[in-house]
Every structure is written in structure tokens, then in C-alpha cells.
């Protein structure tokens, strides 16, 4: 899905946008300085055509200048986004941190759509007409809490935003886009340093291949990979202020691009939740995923033994997903990420035909029926493979099947194909 960035500076509106965006009353979160989620990117829908909106309501302030932050705020969610939403407020009119702004997304060169927002009646219609002096193009009037011009400017959004975001996955021979990504400390850096160390000069010669000033090409066990937001692991955003949301805002954009995410779990620490929301973030995300336990060199059979019960309890969930352990230090095993990365990509495009798959559907309803529900049958009819990246299954059924015999399909569904190292998504489309 392609992926647009909402960005402007505080108290211009843009949660309010977001939530018109999506469709919903209720505030996702205040412009208040200091507040910080977990989750920044939302699926939305407008016209029949998806797409990711990355909020960038959660900035943080602090003494290093309002300007400064703002450019660097916009600058991250930029780098993520296919295209960007620069939300300025109409009733105050441009100011030094609007023109910071613009100098980033000029840098930038992705589609900007601007929204001077706070028009909410025809006397400040005229202040919108004065955005035009930013230089970025028609300014669409909106008023995002009446949600007055909202709906045109959406249509000039999907206009920016690229008609065919498969794409991405297809640069023919391209490639692959693999994002490196954990929680802090858990070395990334040092993974990195370990794979692109030396041969960074050789990739940059390679033909017919453009990288974002973010990304880096970079050569594993024989296999060229490009490697995604490579600037924002070298570049120490955790040391920054409000680390933790500009963390977190990074490892979603940095998901959203990649094809297969390699996260990168402490192997010598105790799993903790946020090792855990990374990987369920992958996986709804929609992306192949590899996970490499770092640090193998600080681990001791002790250690290992309670690892191993850690995995059986807290990553039953992720059982599908190709593991490594390396140790980003001495280098152990690094190599054999490559490995991974095509076995979980491969499983990533699988595709099973029509034929197959309900040959398939019928031998598993035939041994294990839908159990009866109100004295009737409950049963799939048809199914389809509607996409691959990941491998997403629509089922045609007479009837509502039940959670737990939905979740009985998709798992003989692994059973039977594999799809190592991808989610399998699983949609029912049922007929009374
Ligand atoms: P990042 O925040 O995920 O990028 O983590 P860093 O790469 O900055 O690593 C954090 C710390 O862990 C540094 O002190 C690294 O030297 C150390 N470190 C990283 N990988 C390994 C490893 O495989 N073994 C050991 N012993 N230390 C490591």
C-alpha cells in the first residue's frame, strides 16, 4: 500500500485531519508536547483505493529550537512516505517553521499535497490563497473539524500518491528491500557495519540502480539486498530527544518499505514486550520476516536453555518465521542471513493455484466438517488465492465459519504449503 505522510507543525490539525482521514470522531491523540505511541501509521481507505496514513501528531519538544525539530520530525516521516500532506493553519498564516518544513520536502522531491486547514468560513478563504506563496502549489482550502473541502482534497491525495504501489516489489531484478529493525541496543548498527563494512564503494557503481539517500546497497552471502533506512540506524535517532516516538515512527516507515524485515532480538537479555510488538508489527504489516538473536557470543548453555523456553512461550506466534543466531561482534553466522531472507521471501510469494488450493479445501473439509451451527452446516464453497506478498486466501462459505475453525484453515494451510518466513492472511466472504 502506499504510504502518505500527514506532517505540519503543533496545533495545525493534523490529528484532527488524520481522524477525518480515517473516517473516525474520536481523537487519535492530542498535538500535546511529550505524548508518545506505540503505533503512528493507520490503514485508510478513500475511494475504493488503500493507503497508509503515517500521523506525525506525537512530535516531542524540547530546548533544540521548534524549527529545527519540526524539519527533523518531517524529514523522518518523509523519508517513509510515497508521498506527504503538509497541513499548514490558515488562520495564522506562514510562519518560520511552515518555510523549515518546505525546505525539507523540496530536498525531498516526493508529491506534496498542501491542505491550509482552518478555513472553516468564506472570510479566511483568502488567507488560504496566500499559501500559494509557500511555492509548493494549490493550496486546498479545508476546515478538517467541519470537514469542509475535505473530500477534494483526498482526491488530490490518491492523484500524488503512486497509482500502482506493487510496483515497489517489482523493480525487475532489482534488489530486494530488507529493513533492519529491534529495539534499541539490540545491534543493529553493528549488524550493519558487519554486512556493509567493506564493499560500500563497488554497490554504489552498480547500474540501473537508484537508492534512497537513506538506503544502501549492500552484498550478503552473494546476494545484492538493499538495505532500508540504513541512515536512520547509523544516525543515532535514539540518542535524540524523544527518542522513543521518532524510534518508533522510523521502524514502521522502515516496515512499510522493506519486502522482508530482519528483527533483531538481544539473544543475552530476557524477550520483552516491545521485541514482541516489532515482530507483531511485521507480521501486520504484511511482511516476510526473519528473526536474527544477536549477541550469541554472551550466551551460555544457562542462558540458551531459558531462550528456548522463552521462544516455546512468547513466540509460539511467529513459529513460521526462519531464525538465526548471530553475533553481530565476531560475525558469527551473519552470513547465513541470506539464507533466511530468500527462504521468507520465497515463502512471502508463493502462490497456490485455484486448483490446488480447493483440492486442498475439500480433503480438509471432508476430514474435519465445520461443526453444526443452529441444526445447519456451515461450509466453504470456494476458495482463491487473491494475492501473494503475502500470500492472502479468500473463502467463499455458506454460512459464518467460527473463529476457531477459521484459524484450523489457515494453519493446515501452512501445513500444507509452508509459507515459511510470511504471514498467510485469510479472509471469508460468507453467503447466508
Ligand atoms: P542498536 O541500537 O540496535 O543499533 O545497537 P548497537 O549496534 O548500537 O549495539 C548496542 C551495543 O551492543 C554496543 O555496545 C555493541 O557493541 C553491542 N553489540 C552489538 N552486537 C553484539 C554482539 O553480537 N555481541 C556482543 N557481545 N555485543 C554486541
Request: net charge neutral; charged share 25%.
Amino acid at each position: 500500500k502506499p504510504v502518505l505522510a500527514v506532517v505540519g507543525r503543533p496545533n495545525v490539525g493534523k490529528s484532527t485531519l488524520v481522524n477525518r482521514i480515517l473516517g473516525r470522531r474520536e481523537a487519535v491523540v492530542q498535538d500535546t508536547p511529550g505524548v508518545t505511541r506505540d503505533r503512528v501509521s493507520y490503514d485508510a481507505n478513500w475511494n475504493g483505493r488503500e493507503f497508509v496514513v503515517v500521523d506525525t501528531g506525537g512530535w516531542v519538544s524540547d530546548a533544540k529550537g521548534l524549527a529545527h525539530q519540526i524539519a527533523e520530525q518531517a524529514e523522518l516521516a518523509i523519508g517513509a512516505a510515497d508521498a506527504v500532506l503538509f497541513v499548514v493553519d490558515s488562520q495564522v498564516g506562514i510562519t518560520d517553521e511552515d518555510e523549515a518544513v518546505v525546505r525539507v520536502l523540496r530536498r525531498s522531491k516526493k508529491p506534496v499535497v498542501l491542505a491550509a486547514n482552518k478555513v472553516d468560513d468564506q472570510r479566511t478563504e483568502a488567507e488560504a490563497t496566500s499559501m500559494w506563496n509557500l511555492g509548493l502549489g494549490q493550496p486546498w482550502a479545508i476546515s478538517a473539524i467541519h470537514g469542509r473541502g475535505t473530500g477534494d482534497l483526498l482526491d488530490a491525495v490518491l492523484e500524488a500518491l503512486p497509482e500502482a504501489p506493487q510496483e515497489r516489489y517489482s523493480e525487475v531484478g532489482g534488489p530486494r528491500r530488507v529493513a533492519i529493525v529491534g529495539k534499541p541496543n539490540v545491534g543493529k548498527s553493528s549488524l550493519l557495519n558487519k554486512l556493509s563494512g567493506q564493499q560500500r564503494a563497488v554497490v554504489s557503481d552498480m547500474s540501473g540502480t537508484t537508492v534512497d539517500p537513506v538506503d544502501e546497497l549492500c552484498e550478503v552471502g552473494g546476494q545484492m539486498y538493499r538495505l532500508i533506512d540504513t541512515a536512520g540506524i547509523r544516525k543515532r535517532v535514539k540518542e535524540a530527544s524523544g527518542h522513543e516516538y521518532y524510534a518508533s515512527l522510523r521502524t514502521q516507515g522502515a516496515i512499510e518499505r522493506a519486502e522482508v524485515c530482519v528483527v533483531v532480538i538481544d539473544a543475552s537479555e530476557p524477550l520483552t514486550e516491545q521485541d514482541l510488538r516489532i515482530l507483531s508489527n511485521v507480521e501486520d504489516t504484511g511482511k516476510a520476516l526473519v528473526i536474527a538473536f544477536n549477541k550469541w557470543d554472551l550466551t551460555d548453555e544457562e542462558r540458551r536453555k531459558y531462550l528456548d523456553r522463552e521462544i516455546e512461550r512468547d513466540l509460539v506466534a511467529f513459529r513460521w518465521a526462519p531464525t538465526v543466531n548471530i553475533s553481530a561482534l565476531t560475525g558469527r553466522n551473519v552470513d547465513k542471513l541470506s539464507k533466511a531472507v530468500e527462504e521468507a521471501l520465497a515463502g512471502w510469494e508463493t502462490r497456490i493455484s485455484t486448483g490446488k488450493l480447493n483440492a486442498f479445501l475439500g480433503r480438509v473439509a471432508a476430514a474435519h466438517p465445520h461443526p453444526l451451527r443452529g441444526g445447519k452446516q456451515p461450509r466453504i464453497l470456494f476458495g482463491t488465492q487473491a494475492q501473494n506478498c503475502p500470500p492472502t486466501f479468500v473463502l467463499f462459505t455458506s454460512g459464518q465459519l467460527d473463529q476457531g475453525y477459521e484459524r484450523f484453515v489457515e494453519r493446515r494451510l501452512r501445513e500444507d504449503f509452508g509459507f515459511t518466513g510470511s504471514p498467510v492472511h485469510v479472509e471469508v466472504r460468507a453467503r447466508e
